[in-house]
């Protein structure tokens, strides 16, 4: 038997989160006598690596029980028989980052490059991920000075630190950050404590989250936060985590630190429970085995979310968290403001997202009397809803706050309120941010046209 390739413990996505970076190889058929091959080289490296060793025996039992039985003759080919085996995995053991994956195109990079000392992350795997920016999906400034990073995956900072760095880097100005891990499947702890140390001010004394023990290499090693990381610190900002019944693993553990410190507000829903860090190898060049290496000896919360998942601290379906994040977010930055301008300022653009998020609802015929032309500015009712037009410029939507009151989208220091005068028309007030108000007065009807 080959030498397995020798793979760093990294706390790492699911192999089904993994699963779509993989070529969909043609599944091959599989003989009874190389599944009995196959069960025996996945019992040898089980006894050898996996850290809960109670476990072993019943695991490897119940292979080798279902392999003399009728239960995996009905698997025809190798990705039936993973699969298979999976379930019985999960069965035995309960542990969600145990698993194996029929995926020849990746086994085989792994044993090609298992004499050159590298790991899971072969070449290929580390292109395919490139073309991903290596996780960083979207980082952006939401009204109100939040800060947005989309982070879908902990890659190893070898490679994902330069982007790690320009993202942090974007958003050291913002007045609140939310990080949005509810895509995201874990990744390398070297990586998330690296970015956990953009928010926990670690510059005279480092955090210690956990201390565990690996099996595979028999040592024991600490997860902690960085003296140092490039740029700005985000030390004092409010922090929100948005996380999902999908994320796992390094993603639970950059939101569980977080929580367990009160550094940051977890906003979603409970996630899926993966604490313990893998060892990952492949079999025979066609199979990727996960099998969890590590158990936590002590931690900053004495516990970790093996099996239990991490809970919100406000719950919302996944699709809202968002919406409800930034909400949040505005509402201590107002609550927080020192001056009255500042505190203004935040409630002006939380009216303007809560009316984005959930739109007033107006009658079409109240909407239809609202167009005409304001002086140089024009009201048009078209396919439902109100567009506003300043000269020959473009057409803007407008969304209802109220029956009577609306912003105008990318207008953000602009409200428009129409007001019914005593002849029955209608006056259109201009509401800066400011605090000034503006009347337009109606000057003509739009002609009757469909739509208008």
């Known amino acids: 038997m080959n030498e397995p390739a020798r ?3 990294l706390v790492v996505s699911i192999l089904l989160s993994l699963a779509p970076l993989a070529t969909w190889a043609q599944d091959e058929a599989i003989s009874q006598g190389q599944k009995g091959e196959l069960v025996t080289k996945l019992c040898e490296r089980i006894e050898k690596i996996y850290v809960f060793t109670e476990k072993t025996e019943k695991l490897c039992g119940l292979l080798r029980t279902n392999l003399e039985g009728e239960r995996y003759r009905k698997a025809t080919t190798g ?8 379930q019985d995995i999960e069965a035995a053991t309960h542990d969600q980052h145990f698993g194996i994956a029929y995926d020849p195109k990746q086994a085989k990079e792994m ?8 790991s899971f992350y072969t070449p290929q795997l580390v292109e395919e991920y490139r073309r991903m920016n290596y996780g960083f999906k979207e980082v952006k400034i939401l009204e109100g000075n ?4 989309d982070l879908r995956d902990f890659f190893p900072l070898q490679w994902s630190a330069e982007p790690a760095v320009a993202a942090m880097s974007f958003l050291a100005n913002c007045d609140a950050v939310i990080v949005d891990l509810r895509y995201n499947g874990g990744g390398e702890d070297t990586t998330v404590t690296f970015l956990l140390s953009y928010f926990i001010d670690s510059r005279e004394s480092t955090t210690t989250f956990s201390t565990r023990y690996s099996r595979f290499n028999d040592s024991y090693y600490q997860s902690a936060t960085w003296p140092y990381v490039p740029g700005k610190g985000l030390y004092t900002k409010p922090i929100y985590v948005l996380i999902s019944r999908s994320s796992f693993s390094g993603a639970e553990a950059f939101s569980f630190h977080l929580q ?3 550094r940051a507000t977890l906003i979603g829903e409970q996630t899926r429970g993966g604490a313990n860090p893998v060892e990952i190898q492949e079999i025979d060049g066609k199979y990727v085995v996960y099998i969890p290496s590590e158990k936590l000896i002590s931690s900053l919360a004495r516990s970790d979310w093996e099996g239990v998942g991490v809970k919100p601290d406000i719950q919302a379906d996944a699709a809202a ?19 009255e301008g500042q505190r203004s300022y935040f409630q002006w653009v939380l009216e303007a997202v809560r009316a984005k998020n959930h739109p007033a609802i107006v009658a079409s015929e109240l909407l239809r009397s609202y167009s005409g032309k304001y002086g140089d500015w024009t009201i048009f009712f078209e396919k439902g809803e109100l567009l506003f037009q300043r000269g020959a410029r473009a057409k803007l939507r407008m969304v209802p706050v109220a029956e009577n009151l609306f912003l105008v989208e990318t207008m953000d220091q602009l409200r428009l309120r129409f007001v019914r005068e005593a002849g029955g028309s209608f006056r259109l007030d201009a509401l800066y941010e400011d605090g000034r108000v ?3 007065p109606k000057t003509a009807p739009l002609d009757p046209r469909p739509n208008h």
């Open 438 to 440: 503006v009347p337009h």
């Open 260 to 262: 367990t410190l009160k």
């Open 7 to 9: 793979i760093p413990a």
């Open 111 to 118: 044993a090609a490059e298992a004499g050159k000392g590298t």
């Open 79 to 86: 990705r039936e028989f993973a699969t298979l085996l999976n």
């Open 146 to 149: 939040v800060g947005y990073l």
């Open 321 to 339: 968290a968002l919406a409800v994040a930034h909400e949040e977010a505005l509402k201590v930055l107002a609550a927080k403001a020192g001056e």
